[in-house]
């Protein structure tokens, strides 16, 4: 486990993606990941500030320094999510550690995704999980991930099914519907 992982956003690789810290420099690629009308429907806003749509490279900009300020607070992280073959940012991954245990489900850390459309798909999100389930629960010491799937969002969710996540009900640590849960296994 990483000791501080807010003192340095590690970076995680993939067949297909690398995940670093968002950076300022992100504007112009994520702007086509949040302008997308197909994929802000599956954007994850419970509990935030913004819908997570913009239409210009200041609001996108705007954004990623809020993002970069939520940092530095160590209220979570947000990475970049870049496409190897062509070195563009493609979309993000926020990841925030809940400060509390719960019974059943010990440390939880919240996964927000948000991809462009034409990466909203079973061998994309199955890469990203896969990469989480290797590297997040030890990295910052969390047992559980919940992540948002709304029904309509057929490819999350059969990814999430796949890689071993369960529908929550809405309950005391999130009470909002339409969330997965995958607990660590300790083999």
Partial sequence: ?????????????????????????????LLSC???????????????????????????????????????KKIYMRF??????????IGTMEWCIKPNTYEGLGKVAVLRLDLPSVYENEQTIS??????????YEHFDVDSIISKAIPAAKARIQSFTITG????????????????LKTRSFS
Avoid: G
Wanted: hydrophobic share 35%.
């Fill in 80 to 89: 970049s999510i870049l496409d190897q073959t062509t070195q563009r940012a």
């Fill in 127 to 136: 890469e990203i999980l896969q990469m989480l389930e290797e590297n997040f």
């Fill in 34 to 72: 949040y302008a997308d009308p197909l994929a802000a429907p599956l954007f994850n806003s419970d509990t935030c500030t913004s819908d997570f749509v913009y239409h210009t490279i200041q609001e996108m900009q705007d954004c990623i320094n809020f993002w970069l300020d939520e940092f530095q």
């Fill in 165 to 180: 996540y369960s529908k929550l009900d809405p309950n005391p640590v999130l009470p909002y519907a339409d969330y997965y």
């Fill in 1 to 29: 486990m990483n000791p501080e992982p807010y003192a340095q956003c590690p970076i995680y690789k993939t067949k297909h993606f690398l995940f670093r810290m968002v950076e300022p420099a992100d504007a112009k690629d």
